[in-house]
Nanobody, 125 residues
């Protein structure tokens, strides 16, 4: 599967953005999809994931209650709705997908076989 991430931009603290991860190839519903982010000089960190088939979602504590991950199977796209953005959310955001991810591995970027290019999110204070 090929992934295309989009939707990043420059916003002010408190604003919202919606990131999109569009897939081509197999039906995206058969993949567990994760969003990760990487700030300059930092390691890539888990943001959110939505499991294949069940649709169960998981979030990093830092974004819980502010971000929502969801699917539109008709569009073969996974979205990350980001509300109440903070300057510390500034990073390059990546989507990743895997067909056979072990459930407990969802926060581990090394568990995902397919990656999209990043999209920059910058939140000014």
């Amino acid at each position: 599967v090929q992934l295309q991430a989009s939707g990043g931009g420059l916003v002010q603290a408190g604003d919202s953005l919606r990131l999109s991860c569009a897939a081509s190839g197999r039906p995206f519903s058969t993949y567990t999809v994760g969003w990760f982010r990487q700030a300059p000089g930092q390691e890539r960190e888990f943001v959110a994931a939505i499991r294949r088939n069940s649709g169960i979602t998981n979030y990093a504590d830092s974004v819980k209650g502010r971000f929502t991950i969801y699917r539109d199977n008709a569009k073969n796209t996974v979205y990350l709705q980001m509300n109440s953005l903070k300057p510390e959310d500034t990073a390059v955001y990546y989507c990743a997908a895997d067909l056979s991810l072990i459930v407990s591995s969802y926060p581990n970027p090394n568990a995902y076989a397919n990656w999209g290019q990043g999209t920059q999110v910058t939140v000014s204070s």
